[in-house]
């Protein structure tokens, strides 16, 4: 079986390979604007916004990982949003159609349902509340369509909430940083609670999904029990042997400073660690319902604890 993963460079994309790879009848092919570190064998430098670099990159192949994606928070200029997620995935159906190639595998985001929406399962009217979320929406309704022309064809959609691990610098790490180097201060109560993933247990789900057959299929992924944000933040100054602290600022002072931040990103070119999106995610309820993910004979490996640590481990011990 011939495997094609677009944006296979990545966190979560290094981390399927290193799965898939364990069998030894499967063949790996790794699209990426950018070469994998870990795995440059398998890599072929391309960008899903060149449609005929793609076509021609994934000719002869079973199945389609669509991992490729412009998802950070302060993305410049917001266009490339659009650019990647939704021209790249209308790139992506249309090399699929003019290779026979009859299974996609996309990740999708929670980030289409917003926030503050209580626990959605995958039938909750979407409500994404930034760019991201809407060009994942986008993105989604493209490979719907493209399931639709043929009957034999398999769409699998899953939709991760936040994934961290060993090697990630995403907000997970930011939070995990600014507390061991005495930055952090708690904002809002910190009784939201956040649902997560560890990337090595949705690596492991998205790899049992190559073997789907024919049909439409959509999942929300999260690693269960959810964490609050005080939850979070204990355990790490547990792992680290940092004192606890109490200290807490209300949020309306809190997303204030958020969009102070965002001003001063815009006066002077500079990224700041704090910025009012980064704000509002971290004090909202982020939380979904992964049971028909759970419910699919899928066993995680690792629980949330587990992968907290394994990744406090690795980066900052």
Known sequence: MKIFITGGSGFIGTRLISLLNKNNDVEIVNFDIKQSEIYPEFTIIGDVRDLDALTRACEGAD????????????????SLYYDVNVTGAENVAAAAQANSINKIIFTSSVAIYGLNRGTPD??????????????????????????????????????????????NRGNVYNLINQIASGRFIMIGD???????C????????????????SGSYVYNYADKADLSA??????????????????KVPYCIG????????????ITGKKFPVSAVRIQKFCADTTIDSSLAMSSDFIPPYTLEDGLKLMIKHEFK
């Not at 389609?64 to 410049?76: F, G, K, M, Q, R």
């Not at 009784?191 to 997560?196: A, D, Y």
């Open 230 to 247: 005080s939850d979070i933040v204990s355990i790490v100054r547990e792992q680290m042997n940092i004192p606890t602290n109490n200290f």
């Open 122 to 167: 995958e039938n909750l009217e979407p409500k994404p509340f930034n760019e991201y979320g809407r060009t994942k929406l986008q993105a989604e309704k493209v490979f719907e369509k493209w399931l639709s022309a043929d009957l034999d064809r398999t769409l699998v959609i899953v939709r991760p909430a936040v994934v961290f691990g060993e090697e």
């Open 190 to 196: 910190g009784r939201n609670c956040k649902s997560m």
């Open 198 to 213: 560890y990337v090595g247990n949705i690596a492991e789900f998205l790899k049992q999904q190559f073997v789907k057959s």
């Open 255 to 266: 997303i204030l400073g958020g969009y102070f931040f965002d001003l001063l990103s815009k």
């Open 63 to 78: 199945v389609i990982y669509n991992l490729a994606a412009e998802h950070a928070d302060n993305v410049t200029p917001m």
